[in-house]
Structures are given as structure tokens and as C-alpha cells.
């Protein structure tokens, strides 16, 4: 059994916490306020952005996962969400005395800048253009420099339960699909971004530095949104321009998720597909 730490526990993190709680082992969740935390999960105050509400870590913690997410798409909230947030806490196991085996931290894909459908994968430039990426980028730096054992997954698009967008603008009328050559997204389902995690974690061997978390199906976006609108028997939305900032804010790669998959980790959502069917499922 093991002592875990999931700084940040929120909408990936807080299913990490049950599935490791239904495993045996003793969570604590590290967030603002206790309210809303899982069955099971043991509350820790504090605020990942203010130190000096970081000195009550619980004792003896084995593993440390940070989860955060920025509560907005602006320049301050991501430097202060990861960059502050992941130095403040690795300062605070330090000073408090912690020696977890590994440090587990989730960033994103748009560290990479490729555009033009690329496959990327671990080893791939990165080169982020726009200050998300960039933060996550040098938030990742700092983790790996830092003294602790640490491993970093790249997450795709995370959707699953409340994070039903897509479904929502095909059914609503909204959704439109770019013209021009296909745009390649990548995704992952929040079931699989956290049991992801747990087997890293769980693994008999020790994980690598960096993973890409994404499923096995990079999909032009246009192909999503045809199958979603062939599911609600609605007509396949219209060809039309994004605007200008959606246009920025998204490149077109195609992630590998072989790294991950050569773990002996298997996804129950291995592609939109079924990840998206469980939604419409739930819906119903």
C-alpha cells in the first residue's frame, strides 16, 4: 500500500484518487477547498500558486502526481497554475522532508508546434509557439531538473463526463468543419488519462521521463464530427471558417502513443469512437 499525493485534484486527478483508492492505497487530494473531493480521498488545504499555504503535506508520501489545471487560457493563470505551481510544491516536499519514489506531472501536447500533420512523438522537436506550450514546457524542465524521481505525460484533448462540447455544437447546429486538407486532433478520455497514470505508477518497473497520452487514433477533426453527426441523426455540419483565434490556438500533428503502449497499458477508449459512443450512452 501506498502513501499518494494528487496536488491539484481535480477532473483528472480526481478519478486517479478513486481508482488508487479502490487499489488499497491511502489518497490524500490537494486543492483550495475539501468540498467536492471523492469518497475516499483524505482533504489537503492549500493553493499550489501561494507557497506559504503548502506546509501541511501529509507524512511519508510515496508518490506525488500533479493534476492542476489552469482555471483560464490566459498568460498569468498558466504561469502561475504550472511554473509557480510546480516549483512551490516540489519546494515544499523538500523543506518538509519528503522523498517520494517518483513525481508524476500531467502537461500537454501543445508543447509541440507541428502544423502540417506530422507524426510526433517523444523524441520530436519541441518548439511550442504560443505561451501555453512554452510554460508546460518549462514546467516540465523544472520537474526533470529538479532531485526527484520524475515522469511527465503529455495529455491530448481531454474530454469524457462534463466535457461534452463537440457532442453539444453538432447536436446544437453549431459545429462547423474546416475546409482545406485534414486537421488532426488528438484526444484522450479522462478514464484513460488517469488510468494512465495509475500504471505508471503501479508498473513493477520503473517509468520512463516522458509519455505521450494520447489515444491510438489521431482523427481529422472534420471525420469526428461526421460520425458524431451520423450518431445523433443530425445533417453533417457545413464547411466554414474558425475563427482566427481557434485557427492559432490549434495545431495539426498526429501523436504516437507507442511508448505508453509498450508499458502493458491497454485503453478502454482506444479512439474517439468509443470514447465518444460511452458519452452518447450516458445521454440517452
Not at 484518487?17 to 477547498?33: K, S
Not at 523538500?94 to 523524441?123: C, H, I, L, N
Request: charged residues 25%; contains cysteine; aromatic residues 8%.
Amino acid at each position: 500500500m501506498a502513501r499518494v499525493l494528487i496536488a491539484g485534484c481535480g477532473y483528472v486527478g480526481g478519478i486517479l484518487g478513486q481508482m488508487l483508492v479502490a487499489d488499497g492505497h491511502q489518497v490524500w487530494g490537494l486543492r483550495r477547498g475539501a468540498a467536492g473531493l471523492p469518497e475516499g480521498i483524505r482533504p489537503v488545504r492549500g493553493d499550489l500558486t501561494r507557497a506559504e499555504t503548502l506546509g501541511g503535506l501529509p507524512e511519508g508520501i510515496d508518490f506525488a502526481f500533479f493534476t492542476a489545471g489552469a482555471k483560464s487560457r490566459d498568460e498569468m493563470a498558466y504561469r502561475s497554475t504550472y511554473l509557480d505551481g510546480i516549483g512551490n510544491l516540489l519546494r515544499a516536499l523538500g523543506e518538509q522532508g519528503e522523498r517520494p519514489r517518483r513525481v508524476f506531472f500531467t502537461s500537454s501536447t501543445s508543447v509541440y508546434a507541428q502544423k502540417r500533420g506530422e507524426w510526433v512523438d517523444e523524441e520530436s522537436v519541441t518548439a511550442p509557439t504560443r505561451f501555453s506550450g512554452d510554460i508546460l514546457l518549462l514546467s516540465e524542465r523544472l520537474l526533470l531538473a529538479s532531485s526527484f524521481p520524475a515522469t511527465v505525460l503529455r495529455l491530448g484533448g481531454i474530454y469524457g463526463p462534463g466535457r461534452t462540447s463537440l457532442i453539444e455544437r453538432v447536436r446544437g447546429g453549431t459545429a462547423l468543419r474546416r475546409p482545406g486538407p485534414p486537421h488532426y486532433t488528438n484526444r484522450i478520455h479522462r478514464y484513460d488519462a488517469a488510468g494512465a497514470l495509475r500504471h505508471l505508477m503501479t508498473r513493477a518497473s520503473e517509468p520512463e521521463n516522458l509519455y505521450l497520452g494520447v489515444d491510438g487514433e489521431p482523427a481529422d477533426e472534420s471525420e469526428v464530427l461526421c460520425w458524431l453527426a451520423d450518431r445523433l441523426g443530425r445533417p453533417y455540419p457545413p464547411e466554414g471558417e474558425t475563427s482566427s483565434a481557434a485557427r492559432r490556438g490549434t495545431g495539426s500533428k498526429r501523436c504516437r502513443n507507442a511508448r505508453l503502449l509498450a508499458t502493458g497499458y491497454r485503453f478502454r477508449y482506444p479512439s474517439y469512437r468509443e470514447g465518444y459512443e460511452a458519452l452518447l450512452r450516458e445521454g440517452d
